[in-house]
């Protein structure tokens, strides 16, 4: 096992569709290495998902792994380090709702992006079994933001507002402070 490079917005493997795993790749051996790196890369990194194109190999793999928690989102269920191969997502109700997204491939920075809040996965794990999900809220927004990197999409393809993309530590300065707050009055009044 080993931890590979993250590439980083401007590699062209980012902007590709990645192919589809056929069934006698998913479980080859080749596969498990693919996946072992990347649960390293994803550790070492320190973030909660990451997807095959992000280390430059363009097939349709994402890992996730959500500790869970009380968050600034509320209470979020965890999810133990998942595989997800093939997946699609159906939007089960258009509602969206916005949060702050970083990227492994796009580090520095942060952005505000509105998704649909209720979705439907459906995937195929390691052992080519299949998997479906049903996911509100943040994860939600998280499965979305690890799925648009199979089809060559990032996050920032989804900013509406140019000055809604901010540095890390201005976020953490400047945003961070009044969301805590406003959050913090929503949740007395609720
Ligand atoms: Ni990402």
């Known amino acids: 096992m080993s931890v ?10 980012l902007r590709r569709v990645a192919r589809e795993l056929i069934p006698e790749e ?14 390293d890369t994803l ?3 320190g973030g909660i998902g990451l997807a095959a194109p992000q280390v430059n190999e363009s097939i349709r793999l994402a890992i996730i792994e959500i500790p869970g928690g ?8 965890a999810m133990p380090l998942t595989v997800f191969i093939n997946p699609e997502i159906e939007i ?11 990227c492994l491939s796009v580090p520095g920075l942060r952005g505000f992006v509105t998704r649909p809040q209720h979705i439907r996965v459906r995937a195929l794990n390691l052992h080519a079994e299949k998997m479906e999900l049903d996911l509100q809220g943040f994860l939600a927004t998280v499965f979305q ?17 140019p000055t809604n ?3 890390e530590e201005e976020y953490e300065r400047y945003i961070l402070p009044n969301e805590s707050a406003v959050e913090e009055a929503q949740r007395r009044n609720s």
């Not at 089960?92 to 970083?102: D, I, K, L, Q």
Request: overall charge negative; glycine content about 10%; proline content about 5%.
């Open 4 to 13: 590979r490079k993250i590439i980083r917005m401007g590699h062209p493997t």
């Open 26 to 39: 998913i479980g080859s051996d080749e596969m498990h290495r693919l996946v072992a790196d990347m649960i």
């Open 43 to 45: 550790h070492d990194a």
């Open 70 to 77: 009380q968050t600034r989102y509320g209470e979020i269920p």
């Open 92 to 102: 089960t109700n258009p509602e969206g709702a916005g949060y702050w997204e970083g």
């Open 145 to 161: 933001h690890e799925f648009d990197h199979l089809d060559g999409r990032l996050y920032v393809d989804h900013i509406e507002d």
């Open 165 to 167: 993309l901010v540095f």
